[in-house]
Structures are given as C-alpha cells and as structure tokens.
C-alpha cells in the first residue's frame, strides 16, 4: 500500500487548510494539531472525523439490527397456516441467506468495532435523515456488479476510458466518489498507476474494495426487486478481484465536495457516476475540482447526469456541461454518450441499459474558488445567526399545523365522520369532502413513520 507520509503530502486540513503529515497510526495538521486517525486501515480526513465514524456506526449496526429484524419476520411468515410447500421452501431460503448476509457483514464491519449501542427500536425513534448520496445501502449492487457478477460491465467500461485517455501516463490519479472501487483497480492495473487515491464517503464500500484489493473472498447476496424465480429471490455472489494490488493504492474517507488537497496536487481526476448525486451546484463543484488539478491535468467524467436539485436552475442538461468546464478553467478535449448495460443482476427479470455520458477535460487555467460546500445552513452552523424567513418555511409551518389540528382530534374514541365534523369549518368544505381529505392526511401519516427508516 502506498505509504501514508506520501498521501499526507498532497493532503490538506479540512479544517484550515494547513499541511498534513503522517504519524504512526493517524494523520495530523501542522498547524491546528487537527487529527485525522485511521479506521478500517484507512486515514479518515474530517474536521470532526470522530463525528463521521459515530455515524456511520450507528447505520451500520442500525443496519445489521435490520437485517436480524428481517429474519425474526420471515420465520414468523414462515409459521402462517396453509402456506404453500413452495412458499415455506421460499422462506426458508431468504432466511437463510439473510442469516449468511448478516454474519458476512457483522465480520466486514468489525475493524470499525460496532460494540454495542441503541437498540432497534431507538433508532428507528432518532430515524437517519440522510441525502439520497450517503446512505449505507445505497449503491450495494455496484459492489456485486463490481466484483462478483462477471466482468462484461467492468470491461467494457474499462475500455471506454482507456480508449478515452490514450497511452499518457496517468501519474497521481484521484478517484472522487470510487464506491466498490472496481473502475479505480482496473485503471491502476490497465494503464501502469504508480499512485492511486481512492476517496469514498462511505466506509462500507471502502471496507470491501480494500478486502478485494487484498485477493480476499467476501460472500454476498444479491437480493434482485425482479427475481427470475424462486431460488434468485436470494443468490450468493462471490466477490474476488482478479488479482491482489500490492503498491500504490490507498483509500480515503474524505468528503469530495470540499476536496482536501493541496491545490495542484492531482495529475488525473475521475469522477464515476458522481456529478450529478452529489448536493452541491455542478458550477461550483469544477471550481473545486480545478483548484486541486495542476496546470494541464487532466479530468475524466464518466457515468449519468440526472442532478436532482430541488432548484431547476442546477438540473444540467448535457448540452450545459461543456459552457460549465469552459467557465471553470477547463479546455473539453472530448465529448461522448454511450450506450451501456447498467448493474445487470443474472437473478434480475429487469435488464437495465443507461446511456452514458463521458467526458475529458484539461485545466487551462486558474479560477476562483466559491467557499467550503455545507449541505447544512449557515444559521444551523451559528447559533447566534437569524434564520431568514423563506416561502418554503412559512409553507411547512401551515403543512404541520394543519396535521397537528388534525392528529389532535384522536382521542381514542372519535372515528373519521366525527373528526370531519369538528375540522369542516376549518377547510370550508362540507363534511363529506372533508372525510376523503382525512383519509389522505392520516394516508401520509402512516406511509411517513414508515418512510423513516434508512440506514
Ligand atoms: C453512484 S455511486 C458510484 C460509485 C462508483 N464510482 C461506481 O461507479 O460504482 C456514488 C458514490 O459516491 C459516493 N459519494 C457520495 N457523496 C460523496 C461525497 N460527498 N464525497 C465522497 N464520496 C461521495 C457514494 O458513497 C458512492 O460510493
């Protein structure tokens, strides 16, 4: 593995943008003595990395207690009378398999040390309201498509951007958002990386791609929405790499919207399937991505470009991106779409075909840099700052006080007609228009408590 003082060197602090330097077994800056410790063998660069390890933790284990939950369900299920012989075998084979999942997982997750925390049902009480973008489970099929379901989707990937990059020599090539990490091994392995940062979020995936990188075996299921029949309900996937890597290739947990390296530090920027997950306007984005190239690096974007603001304005179409790169520093050196089959479960009715969007640009010059990215507020930062009065707040004020209003009138005894009669001067609608109108708040209420629960 690469060595740590060197990853240290093109680092900086995420929390005053000093120099970093390697320890025995954690990172620190020079100047705030911030400490960026290592985790699952690899350096966690937060501002407050304790934080981030808490949280992601409390998902893990949050998960796993899940899955336990699951299983307790299924051999309940499993008990019902007049069950079909099929059904039961069915059943039996989910709980198995869940059983397996779940021990594999418990074993992944241990460099992290879970311990012992809340249980179920207080964490289904605090809930883990998280962006679509983090959340533990969120992209598990790229690890089965990565490392265990053949190689035919990995290839001809692999394929496209080598065609892309040409024979240049990639140098330090940084891979923001590299999730399972198959497409980072292949690059470093294809085109000769000396140096390959791997950053993830999301310590789940990095724990696997470290475990591949080290030729280990991990056994998974791929648990399809479509089954093709009954045994693919649940099928064991072994993941395994081709070959172990040896040198040059670290992880990174590190958030890759305020990318903490030192300005042009990075020869080659990927970004696969990331643009347009991540909360953070595109246009301010490449500002950040520019500065940590170095003059003439090159950037390599591959993957789907469904940016899924709330604010229309930051839904790029493609035609946009190219006038975003040239705004932000970057000469386009290409442009392609490519027609590609995405995440095809064998065990899947569903065949899945994403038209791809790739291109390849290099740093012509220096642009400004917008300030840190904060999914967060200012005014939920500071304490002391007004919290400005925007339409969407008034809106939600009148939202919940009228489900308030609403779920005040349960007592225990009142049924629907009854609650409609108290509530109808309130809508200004007769009784029998109000009892639908019920149906529909009570409807939400129950599909919310239940939406609560991600990892
Ligand atoms: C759509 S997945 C793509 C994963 C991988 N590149 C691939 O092609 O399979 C997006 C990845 O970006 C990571 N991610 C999301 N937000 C991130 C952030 N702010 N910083 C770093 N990684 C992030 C997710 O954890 C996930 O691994």
Not at 256 to 285: E, G, H, K, Y
Not at 404 to 420: F, K, P, S, W, Y
Request: hydrophobic share 40%; net charge neutral.
């Amino acid at each position: 593995m690469r060595s740590l003082q060197a990853l240290a060197e093109k680092l900086s602090c995420p929390s005053c943008s000093g120099r970093v330097q390697a320890q025995k077994q954690s990172l620190h800056c020079q100047s705030c003595s911030a400490v960026f410790p290592i985790w699952g063998d690899f350096p966690w660069v937060f501002a407050q990395a304790d934080e981030w390890k808490a949280d992601w933790v409390q998902r893990f284990r949050f998960y796993l207690q899940h899955l336990h939950q699951e299983i307790q369900n299924l051999k309940m299920e499993g008990k019902l009378p007049d069950l079909l012989a099929k059904t039961k075998e069915r059943l039996q084979h989910l709980i198995q398999a869940k059983t397996e999942q779940h021990r594999e997982l418990e074993k992944l997750f241990e460099p992290l040390l879970l311990g012992k925390g809340p249980g179920y049902e207080q964490q289904l009480a605090a809930g883990t309201p998280l962006p679509d973008s983090q959340q533990l489970m969120g992209y598990y099929g790229n690890i089965l498509r990565d490392w265990g379901w053949g190689d035919e989707e990995n290839k001809l990937a692999l394929d496209l951007l080598t065609g892309i990059l040409g024979p240049n020599p990639l140098g330090t090539l940084l891979v923001l958002g590299t999730g399972p990490s198959r497409l980072a091994y292949d690059l470093h392995r294809a085109l000769g990386g000396k140096d390959t940062i791997a950053l993830d979020v999301n310590p789940f995936y990095l724990l696997v791609a470290e475990r591949m990188l080290a030729g280990r075996n991990l056994m998974l299921h791929d648990f399809p929405i479509a089954p093709i029949d009954a045994k693919a309900f649940a099928s064991k996937v072994k993941c395994r790499a081709p070959d172990a890597i040896k040198e040059g290739f670290q992880f990174l947990m590190a958030d890759a919207m305020n990318p903490c390296f030192q300005s042009a530090s990075i020869d080659t920027l990927l970004t696969p399937w990331l643009i347009d997950i991540v909360p953070q306007d595109f246009r301010s984005f490449a500002k950040k991505l520019n500065r940590i190239l170095k003059p003439g690096a090159r950037w390599l974007n591959f993957g789907s470009t469904v940016f899924h603001h709330r604010l229309q304005h930051m839904c790029y179409s493609r035609e946009e991106i190219p006038d975003i790169l040239q705004e932000n520093g970057f000469y386009v050196m290409h442009v392609e779409e490519t027609q590609l089959p995405y995440l095809r479960s064998p065990s899947s009715c569903q065949q899945r075909t994403e038209k791809v969007f790739t291109f390849l640009a290099r740093k012509v010059a220096e642009v400004e840099v917008d300030a840190p990215f904060t999914p967060i507020p200012d005014w939920l930062n500071d304490p002391e700052m007004a919290i400005p009065l925007q339409a969407d707040i008034q809106q939600q004020v009148i939202v919940n006080f009228t489900l308030t209003q609403v779920l005040a009138q349960v007592d225990g005894q009142r049924n629907l007609r009854q609650i409609a009669e108290i509530m109808a001067p309130n809508f200004d609608l007769p009784v029998t228009d109000v009892i639908p109108m019920l149906k529909r708040i009570f409807s939400r209420y129950i599909e919310g408590r239940s939406r609560s629960m991600n990892f």
